[in-house]
């Protein structure tokens, strides 16, 4: 058994296969009331101009995007009746959390604990003072506790649930028993939330005192149930330049006639030339499952330096999921392998990316919009308290 925190966010546990994952994941489905196995968190839509009108129009919370990896927070039973703690991916791999010092006391008693729970999060590398680095999960939302399914709630009651039901007999424990929290495999913290209107709080105080990295913003509307899948209710905003989108890349490389030195050297048939630069295709998801999986959008551009740095890595390039931005020529560049992502971004989700290039949408244009927010927000405040 692991005493201790976790050594990798990307794989925090074992990882279940066979019949187990398929009994997981059916399990999951059947908890939420739902016929497909597939992964059931929400997904954000990417900030565009227009979206500043919907910030107007309705009630929004506002929290950092944080760099880390999501999962999804399954706590059940194992065979043998005791606590039992499942870590659940983008890609729908449960990765069971090995350390069984984690627990989470029910408000009525210590010794008991949650099951038929799932909570969204996600889990970072928190820096220390001292130089070192610990893991956190930080919860932003919960789908079903103890078996009652919240998703129809709206997300300022799901968020009162954890903090009442779940967060607050959990930080209780490690008060009377600090002692203990050495040997969790991560601590776990409700992520702070504000007003959609606290922008200028959110650049000035919340980014730059965090202690793990940071991927933009993500605004929820406060009204809303949870959606499986793409919900246009969460808008993920990134500084204009940061914004990417993942591909599959398709390699093409050309086959060549050996030329007068290789001839010489006795190399008479043709052959695959993985030296130069091949032609790279981007391809992004149609969400079919036939022959039309995939189609093609736009070429990677990949520079000589850059080619060799990738042959140099030694890993398989074809078929894998890239991160991709656009240089200044509006050239499609590479910024990093997505091996933690099963498919490539949905076509709908490109459109939506391209929009938010387009568008540029600075922290400036936020700050300018959070006076309107504000007063749209209480005028409707006040409309509500008279009726």
Not at 167 to 188: A, N, S
Request: hydrophobic share 35%; glycine share 6%.
């Amino acid at each position: 058994m692991d005493d201790g925190p976790i050594a990798s966010i990307a794989e925090p546990g074992i990882k279940a296969d066979g019949q187990l994952l398929y009994t997981m994941r059916k399990e999951v489905a059947q908890l939420l009331g739902r016929s497909q196995t597939g992964f059931p968190g929400a997904q954000p839509v990417s900030f565009a101009r227009k979206h500043i009108d919907a910030l107007k129009s309705q009630d929004f919370y506002v929290c950092e995007k944080s760099d880390g990896i999501r999962y999804l927070l399954y706590a059940t039973r194992d065979e043998s009746g005791g606590e039992a703690h499942y870590l659940i991916d983008r890609k729908n791999d449960y990765w069971f959390i090995t350390n069984r010092n984690l627990h989470f006391p029910l408000d009525s008693d210590q010794t008991a604990f949650h099951v038929d729970t799932v909570l969204d999060g996600e889990l970072v590398w928190d820096s220390k003072s001292n130089g070192g680095k610990e893991p956190r999960f930080l919860i932003f939302d919960c789908l079903v506790m103890d078996g009652q399914v919240l998703m129809d709630r709206t997300l300022d009651k799901r968020l009162a649930y954890i903090k009442e039901r779940f967060h607050t007999p959990y930080k209780r424990l490690f008060k009377e028993f600090p002692e203990e929290l050495r040997f969790q495999p991560f601590y776990v913290e409700m992520k702070p939330f504000q007003l959609a209107y606290g922008i200028e709080m959110m650049f000035k105080q919340v980014l730059p005192n965090l202690k793990h990295g940071n991927d933009g913003l993500i605004f929820t509307c406060r009204h809303t149930s949870y959606r499986h899948g793409t919900d246009p209710n969460i808008l993920k905003w990134k500084p204009p330049e940061e914004n990417t989108i993942d591909f599959l890349l398709k390699l093409h490389f050309p086959t060549v006639q050996p030329n007068r030195a290789e001839r010489a050297q006795g190399r008479t048939e043709s052959f695959i030339d993985y030296d130069s630069v091949p032609p790279a295709e981007l391809m992004v998801f149609t969400g079919s499952n036939g022959p039309e999986r995939y189609e093609s959008f736009q070429p990677l551009y990949i520079t000589k330096s850059e080619w060799d740095t990738l042959k140099g890595l030694g890993d398989p390039l074809n078929d894998r999921i890239v991160e991709c931005n656009q240089d200044d020529q509006k050239r499609w560049r590479l910024v990093r392998f997505r091996d933690d992502k099963l498919e490539a971004n949905h076509k709908s989700t490109v459109t939506s990316v391209l929009q938010s290039i387009k568008d540029r949408v600075t922290q400036q244009d936020l700050y300018h919009a959070a006076g309107p927010i504000r007063d749209n927000w209480k005028a409707r405040q006040a409309r509500s308290e008279r009726k």
